[in-house]
T-cell receptor, first 113, second 112 residues
Framework: ETGVTQTPRHLVMGMTNKKSLKCEQHLGHNAMYWYKQSAKKPLELMFVYSLEERVENNSVPSRFSPECPNSSHLFLHLHTLQPEDSALYLC????????????FGPGTRLTVT | DQQVKQNSPSLSVQEGRISILNCDYTNSMFDYFLWYKKYPAEGPTFLISISSIKDKNEDGRFTVFLNKSAKHLSLHIVPSQPGDSAVYFCAASAYNTDKLIFGTGTRLQVFP
């Protein structure tokens, strides 16, 4: 596979569930990002990782927990979410931290019931 | 407060004509601007960018214009093609930050 992949593409979970979103990039990039896109709102940056180290946490609630085990993989662990967390979650990567040209995955459409 | 604004949620243009998508920003620290295109069920894809030291950047059918005094940029697509139908996002970044600040997008429809 090439580019940035995300699994699952769709996820429905209850408020008491625990689930994880997975992102993998095949571009040899060193920086990875999680974004949230809610309906009729701009993409919001959630987390930035550079060389597996978290360098940005954009005031995200602790019910979202990122993990970056290596430069190719990024996870977003979800627990006790709220219905307002329903959104499209996009992963992106870039050559290096601060590289503006980011490459996005297709996203995971999350619905919290 | 939205720092990057795309005030037109949609635009409809006939094939062969020019499409002009607009974007306004409020933060004078922004020094790099990008346009992304998004098809349904896909992530945004990078289209074209411009640095604040320039006022124009051209790539094939796509040209981005930057007016720093007005804090305004625009994307021109000419000639427009049906395959250009997508949502277009404007994004901006300030020097030495990791953040891209996105607009809400403009849905372009190019009809035959």
């Amino acid at each position: 596979e090439t580019g940035v992949t995300q699994t699952p593409r769709h996820l429905v979970m209850g408020m008491t569930n625990k689930k994880s979103l997975k992102c993998e990039q095949h571009l040899g990039h060193n920086a990875m990002y999680w974004y949230k896109q809610s309906a009729k709102k701009p993409l919001e940056l959630m987390f930035v990782y550079s060389l597996e180290e978290r360098v940005e946490n954009n005031s995200v609630p602790s019910r979202f927990s990122p993990e970056c085990p290596n430069s190719s993989h990024l996870f977003l662990h979800l627990h006790t979410l709220q219905p307002e967390d329903s959104a499209l979650y996009l992963c992106a990567s870039s050559h290096a931290r601060g590289s503006y040209e980011q490459y996005f995955g297709p996203g995971t459409r999350l619905t919290v019931t | 407060d939205q720092q990057v604004k795309q005030n037109s949620p949609s635009l409809s243009v006939q094939e062969g004509r020019i499409s002009i998508l607009n974007c306004d920003y409020t933060n004078s620290m922004f020094d790099y601007f990008l346009w992304y295109k998004k098809y349904p069920a896909e992530g945004p894809t990078f289209l074209i960018s411009i640095s604040s030291i320039k006022d124009k950047n051209e790539d094939g059918r796509f040209t981005v214009f930057l007016n720093k005094s007005a804090k305004h940029l625009s994307l021109h697509i000419v000639p427009s093609q049906p395959g250009d139908s997508a949502v277009y996002f404007c994004a901006a970044s300030a020097y030495n930050t990791d953040k891209l600040i996105f607009g809400t997008g403009t849905r372009l429809q190019v009809f035959p």
